[in-house]
C-alpha cells in the first residue's frame, strides 16, 4: 500500500522550494500534478508543476467522477475561485510502482483526503510569520496587490486549521525545514514497514516527532498571533 503524504501551506510560505528538495533526497516517491483552471506563472509549464485546463474540461472531469478531491480556491463572495483538482489516476499510477505519493493540496482538500484515506499523512507547513509571508509573497513578484490580500486573507484563514494535520513544519531555515521534511516522510516509512528499528532509525524517527501537532502547539500561537495585529500583547 503507498502512503500518501499531504503537504499544505499558504502561498508563499516556500512550500514548493521544500517540495523541490525532499524529492531530490528521497526515492519511490511520485509527486501528484494536479489540474487546475488558473493561468500558468512565471515559468511554469503544462504537465510539471500542473496540468492547465479550461473550466468545462475541469467540469467534464468532475463529471466522469476523475478526482479524489477537488476544491475552487482563493474565492470569494466577489471573486470566483479557481478549480483544483487531485485526480485519481496518479494514486492508482503511485500503487502500481510500489511508490508513495505526495500531494500539494489546500487545506479543503486535506480534509476530503484525510475522510477518505484515514491513514494518509498530513503535514502543515507554517511561515515564521505573517511580515515574512507578506513580504515573501511580495519579492516573489509573481501577484498583482489584489491577489496578495487575497491570499494573505486566505492564509490566515488557512493558518487556523493546523491542528487538523499531523504535522507542523515551520519554515524559518530552508534547509533544516527540508531535512525535517524528509525525515517525517521517512520516519513514517520505517514505523509502518513492520520491521526493526536500528538505533540510526530510532533518532531519525525522534527527529520527525519533534513536529508531531501536540509538541508544536506552542511554537504555533506566536506565528497566529502575528496574523491578527489587532489582538496587542497584554490587553
Ligand atoms: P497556487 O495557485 O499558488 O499554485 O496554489 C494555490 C493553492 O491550491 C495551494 O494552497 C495549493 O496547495 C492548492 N492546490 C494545488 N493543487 C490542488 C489540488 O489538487 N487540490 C486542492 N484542493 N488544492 C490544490
Same mark, same amino acid.
Given at each position: ?11 508563499? #510560505? ?26 500558468? /506563472? ?12 479550461? /473550466? ?41 510502482? #510500489? ?9 479543503? %482538500? ?29 519579492? /516573489? ?8 490580500? /487575497? ?46 528499528? #536500528? ?26 498571533? #502575528? ?6 500583547? %497584554?490587553?
Amino acid at each position: 500500500m503507498s502512503i500518501v503524504y499531504i503537504v499544505s501551506a499558504p502561498s508563499g #510560505s516556500g512550500k514548493s522550494t521544500l517540495v523541490n528538495e525532499l524529492f531530490k533526497m528521497v526515492r519511490n516517491l511520485d509527486f501528484s500534478i494536479s489540474y487546475t483552471t488558473r493561468a500558468p /506563472r512565471g515559468s511554469e509549464q503544462n504537465g510539471k508543476e500542473y496540468f492547465f485546463v479550461s /473550466r468545462k474540461e475541469f467540469e467534464d472531469m468532475i463529471a466522469a467522477d476523475e478526482f479524489l478531491e477537488y476544491a475552487e480556491v482563493f474565492g470569494d463572495e466577489k471573486v470566483r475561485g479557481e478549480y483544483y483538482g487531485t485526480a485519481r489516476r496518479f494514486l492508482l499510477e503511485a500503487e502500481n510502482r #510500489s511508490n508513495d505519493l505526495l500531494l500539494d493540496i489546500d487545506v479543503q %482538500g486535506a480534509s476530503k483526503i484525510k475522510e477518505k484515506i484515514p491513514e494518509a499523512v498530513s503535514i502543515f507547513i507554517l511561515p515564521p510569520d505573517r511580515e515574512k509571508l507578506e513580504w515573501r509573497l511580495r519579492t /516573489r513578484g509573481l501577484d498583482s496587490e489584489e491577489v496578495i490580500l /487575497r491570499r494573505l486573507e486566505t492564509a490566515r484563514r488557512e493558518i487556523e486549521n493546523y491542528s487538523k494535520y499531523d504535522y507542523i513544519l515551520v519554515n524559518k531555515v530552508i534547509e533544516k525545514s527540508a531535512d525535517q521534511l524528509k525525515d517525517i516522510v521517512l520516519s513514517e516509512r520505517l514505523q509502518r514497514s513492520g520491521k526493526a528499528l #536500528s538505533e540510526e532509525d530510532k533518532r531519525l524517527v525522534e527527529t520527525a516527532q519533534a513536529c508531531r501537532l501536540d509538541r508544536a502547539r506552542e511554537q504555533v500561537q506566536p506565528i497566529l498571533a #502575528s496574523f491578527h495585529p489587532q489582538v496587542v500583547k %497584554g490587553n
